[in-house]
């Protein structure tokens, strides 16, 4: 790896930081490309290819993770839905279902006891959305464990 390509990857840190400290706010691709130095089209590019999705993909999962926790403590689905910055309940409700393979109020009603009984940092780990939680679920034969 040559000086170069670490310089870009320190940038892409910063922008994939800003997108995890202020995944509630408005962003678009621009913005995130602005912090890291580039421009949209080579930064999305760039990040794909540093991080295996998209900037807005990336985006969306943190908003998805952070509506979990919220769900999890009894968050109404569109109080959570605004909370993390989405402003459409349909959209916001689809990409959640993509992502985890149940909906929004499904998740919510789940018993999610093993989950609060873990330190916050494991807890974080464990329930972390991922692209793969669908095939997951059709593996494991039901819903994915939280």
Known sequence: MNPNDLANLA???????LIDREY???????????HALM?????SRRFRAAYGETPYSYL????????????????????????VGC???GSFSSRFTEILGET?????AREHG????MPECVARVRTRPTRDAPSRIREAGGKAAA
Request: with cysteine; glycine share 2%.
């Open 24 to 34: 509630a706010r408005p962003l678009d691709v621009p913005t995130m490309a602005r």
């Open 11 to 17: 940038h892409l840190r910063r922008a994939r930081d």
């Open 87 to 89: 402003t459409s309940l």
């Open 114 to 117: 093993a989950v609060t009984a």
């Open 60 to 83: 969306m999962t943190r908003r998805i993770e952070r509506a979990m926790a919220l769900l999890r403590t009894g968050t109404s689905v569109t109080d959570a839905c605004m909370a």
């Open 104 to 108: 929004p109020r499904a998740y919510a």
């Open 39 to 43: 421009s949209p089209a080579h930064f």
